[in-house]
């Protein structure tokens, strides 16, 4: 496959957005910054940006396998995918299998306590307003997304959640929690878009529950280029 990569078109947080030479294409290029806290906290994570890509596509791969579209088209290199042009529905869709992060502190729980059941939340995706949680009818009212669009996101984030919990777990590794996008096709098709990663998901070891994952970077528990080549480790060998 031969796209050529033209002007930028969005830098992001995490990652930078190319054009290319076919209108429905764009490349995505993932770098090492990492943010935290809305982008009060900046950094870097040496390597990130090579281990996401490829850990973005895997998963999106074995997802597209059980019937989740999702935007891959192919990894072009390391940093570099090639993936369909969507249209983001500006919503943060968070499944949670096990308290942690701001669900524990915003219901005052302790983390590590399993849900009977996965669940899910809804943010506003909106950096000025701080992401705002919200629900499924008031993301309605906002016309941010139809109920039926809503239903199908739902319904693809818990498979979305099954499957990815059943792949870590073949590598030692509980699926706390993640955050996924979705997109729109200009047919009006919803796929998954964005990253599953380290920066977007808790990863913990299922053993120790050592942390796996980007709250290394937001807590400062040291080690965080070790957390995100450990987890390709056991994914890739
Ligand atoms: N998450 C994310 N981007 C965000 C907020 C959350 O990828 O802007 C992910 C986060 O990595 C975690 C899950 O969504 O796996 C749930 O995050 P939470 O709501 O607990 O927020 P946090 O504690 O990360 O602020």
């Not at 033209?6 to 090492?32: F, H, R, S």
């Not at 000025?128 to 693809?156: H, Q």
């Amino acid at each position: 496959m031969s796209v050529k990569k033209l002007t930028q078109l969005y830098e992001g947080k995490a990652k930078k957005v190319y054009e290319t030479d076919d209108p429905e294409l764009l490349i995505v290029d993932y770098k090492d910054d990492a943010t935290a806290f809305n982008g009060e906290k900046k950094g870097t994570i040496t390597g990130k940006g090579v281990i996401n890509n490829r850990m973005t596509n895997y998963f999106m791969r074995e997802l597209e396998k059980i019937g989740v579209p999702t935007h891959l088209v192919e990894e072009l290199s390391e940093r570099e995918t090639v993936v369909k042009r969507v249209k983001i529905v500006p919503l943060e869709v968070i499944v949670r299998n096990i308290t942690a992060g701001s669900f524990a502190k915003r219901y005052g729980v302790e983390e590590g306590i399993p849900f009977d059941a996965p669940a899910h939340e809804f943010s506003y995706k909106d950096d000025a307003l701080g992401d705002p949680m919200i629900n499924d009818s008031y993301a309605v009212a906002l016309k941010l997304a139809t109920a039926e669009e809503i239903a199908l996101i739902k319904k693809y984030a818990f498979a979305i959640n099954a499957k990815l919990r059943e792949l870590l777990l073949g590598f030692g590794v509980t699926l706390v929690d993640f955050k996924v996008e979705f997109g729109k096709l200009a047919d009006g098709t919803i796929i998954l878009a964005d990253e599953i990663s380290p920066d977007t998901c808790r990863f913990w070891d299922s053993k120790t529950g050592e942390k796996l994952d980007k709250d290394r970077f937001r807590r400062d528990l040291g080690n965080v280029e070790g957390a995100y080549e450990e987890m390709a480790r056991r994914i890739f060998g």
